[in-house]
Nanobody
Framework: QVQLVESGGGLVQAGGSLRLSCAAS????????MAWYRQAPGKQRELVAA???????NYVDSVKGRFAISRDNAENTVYLQMNSLQPEDTAVYYC?????????WGQGTQVTVSS
């Protein structure tokens, strides 16, 4: 079993920044990939950014150039640096991890961007 705990959400004005963290714990031997998803009210959950254990990343088009995902393999932690936040980034952000074909989700952290 793997547990994921997110932190770093909150309320920020448009143009501001936040950094999300997600720490994995439990029976960890090879988590790959790790990612961040988000779900806004009335919308489907969408992939925001993902990173492999080797550092390969991909982003949804709407956050390219503004968000950066990174990972500390030794600490089993993934980060999401979010800059130039906009009201449309408001959502619950979920950490996601895969180990041995099994998917794990965090509990989610709220990000609210005011205009």
């Amino acid at each position: 079993q793997v547990q994921l705990v997110e932190s770093g959400g909150g309320l920020v004005q448009a143009g501001g920044s936040l950094r999300l963290s997600c720490a994995a714990s439990g029976s960890i031997f090879s988590i790959n990939p790790m990612a961040w998803y988000r779900q806004a009210p009335g919308k489907q959950r969408e992939l925001v950014a993902a990173i492999t254990s080797g550092g390969r990343t991909n982003y949804v088009d709407s956050v390219k150039g503004r968000f950066a995902i990174s990972r500390d393999n030794a600490e089993n932690t993934v980060y999401l640096q979010m800059n130039s936040l906009q009201p449309e980034d408001t959502a619950v952000y979920y950490c996601y991890a895969v180990q041995s074909g099994r998917v794990y989700w965090g509990q989610g952290t709220q990000v609210t961007v005011s205009s």
